[in-house]
């Protein structure tokens, strides 16, 4: 059976750090991407990483404060997100190349506030 799930999510203070994680199952990914959501606003891409090669990419707003890392063996991928704001409080969203189709997961909410 085909699952894509977010996990990790939750309340953080300013400044704080989280771990996200996007585990796989039951297909092969070729890339995933991390995505999130805030409150009346656009969808935004955030990071992606192939699965062969591990090649990454940051959009401006994340670079330098985000990670993003996958374990093949686990078929997981995370986001490491440090130096956390009150404006990346949004709901995250992994989704996954596989082939010519994307899936994405249900999502995980992260807060930043004190």
């Known amino acids: 059976q085909l699952r894509l799930v977010e996990s990790g999510g939750g309340l953080v203070q300013p400044g704080g750090s989280r771990r996200l994680s996007c585990a796989t199952s039951g297909f092969t990914y070729n890339a995933i991407g991390w995505f999130r959501q805030a409150p009346g606003k656009e969808r935004e891409g955030l990071s992606c990483i192939t699965r062969s090669g591990g090649t990454t990419n940051y959009a401006d707003s994340v670079k330098g404060r985000f990670t993003i890392s996958r374990d093949n063996a686990k078929n997981t991928v995370y986001l490491q997100m440090n130096s956390l704001k009150p404006e990346d409080t949004a709901v995250y969203y992994c989704?996954?190349?596989?082939?010519?189709?994307?899936?994405w997961g249900q999502g995980t909410q992260v807060t930043v506030s004190s």
């Open positions: 989704n996954a190349l596989a082939g010519p189709t994307y899936y």
